[in-house]
């Protein structure tokens, strides 16, 4: 089936650990994307990329990091310079931007900060 | 600066009944709108869009319409159903770029 797929699902962190959230899909969409939901504020974009290789900030990117090595795969780092990094994070794709796609998400990964 | 708002965080619908969730932009350059369900810890799901170039798309109890001068658009479900309860969100984008605006969500309720 395709689809987008995030990984873990539920993740601990301690303060000023560095974590990895994964997210792949086989659905052969150039663009890829991270949110980030918290209560009351919607999704906002953290990072976004349009094509391998190529990646740019959103509207909330300070404390995050990531990469687009591969067409699937867009991982996100949420560092220790993140100051409320307890959320619930999703990734999505498209295979073009505005008219010619709707976005697709994954189920979205939980961090927790301890 | 918030280019899309939904200024409802909450609707409830009697069941059969329809329901009418608004959303707002500022940025004039979006050209393309999408509404989504979501339920907690899920990920949303697609449910209908409509280009700058219509006012109007149908998909089964989904109409979207769009005003561009009030820069308004509104998803309407006829009939309500008890399954469509969940936090809707409308979306906004240029497609000149690839960026996807989210607004902050309405919660919607519908009572049976």
């Known amino acids: 089936d395709g689809g987008i797929t995030q990984s873990p699902k539920y993740l601990f962190r301690k303060e000023g650990q560095n974590v990895t959230l994964s997210c792949e899909q086989n659905l052969n969409h150039d663009a890829m994307y991270w949110y980030r939901q918290d209560p009351g504020q919607g999704l906002r974009l953290i990072y976004y990329?349009?094509?391998?290789?190529?990646?740019q900030k959103g509207d909330i990117a300070e404390g995050y990091s990531v990469s687009r090595e591969k067409k699937e795969s867009f991982p996100l780092t949420v560092t220790s310079a993140q100051k409320n990094p307890t959320a619930f994070y999703l990734c999505a794709s498209t295979s073009g931007p505005g008219n010619t796609g709707e976005l697709f998400f994954g189920e979205g990964s939980r961090l927790t900060v301890l | 600066d918030q280019q899309v708002k939904q200024n409802s965080p909450s609707l409830s619908v009697q069941e059969g009944r329809i329901s009418i969730l608004n959303c707002d932009y500022t940025n004039s350059m979006f050209d393309y709108f999408l509404w989504y369900k979501k339920y907690p810890a899920e990920g949303p799901t697609f449910l209908i869009s409509?280009?700058?170039?219509?006012d109007k798309n149908e998909d089964g109890r989904f109409t979207v319409f769009l005003n561009k001068s009030a820069k308004h658009l509104s998803l309407h479900i006829v009939p309500s159903q008890p399954g469509d309860s969940a936090v809707y969100f409308c979306a906004a984008s240029d497609s000149g770029t690839y960026k996807y605006i989210f607004g902050t969500g309405t919660r919607l309720k519908v009572l049976a």
């Open positions: 409509i280009s700058s170039i219509k």
């Open positions: 990329s349009q094509i391998v290789n190529d990646f």
